[in-house]
């Protein structure tokens, strides 16, 4: 299973990205996709999550600011953020847990850079 992260860059405060995420392999199944986040120093955090039923859940740090959503026809997992703070500066992770016939596992993208700056 392969993650393919984009939609990274730089935006100005209160400006607008929209992340995706696209898996390929042999996946039967998409569990739950999800965005973290990461600072150098700091520990990845959790930004959001999606599971199959649909059901989204948010970091209080984006709620009311960013919406997750996914395309399981795609196996595609977006991340619209907006009203961008320069605290949302990060490099983005997604992760995807899948069923494929070795069983269900985890996968990480590769990371895409958000920098929020003037």
């Known amino acids: 299973v392969q993650l393919q992260a984009s939609g990274g860059g730089l935006v100005q405060p209160g400006g607008s990205l929209r992340l995706s995420c696209a898996a390929s392999?042999?996946?039967?199944?998409?569990?739950?996709s999800g965005w973290f986040r990461q600072v150098p120093g700091k520990q990845r955090e959790w930004v959001a999550s999606?599971?199959?039923?649909?059901?989204?859940n948010y970091a209080e740090s984006v709620k009311g600011r960013s919406t997750i959503s996914r395309d399981n026809a795609k196996s595609t997992v977006d991340l619209q953020m907006n009203s961008l703070k320069s605290e949302d500066t990060a490099v983005y992770y997604c992760n995807v847990v899948v069923d494929t016939i070795r069983g269900r596992s985890a996968y990480w993208g590769q990371g895409t850079q958000v920098t929020v700056s003037s």
């Open positions: 999606i599971n199959s039923g649909g059901t989204t």
């Open positions: 392999g042999n996946i039967f199944r998409i569990v739950t």
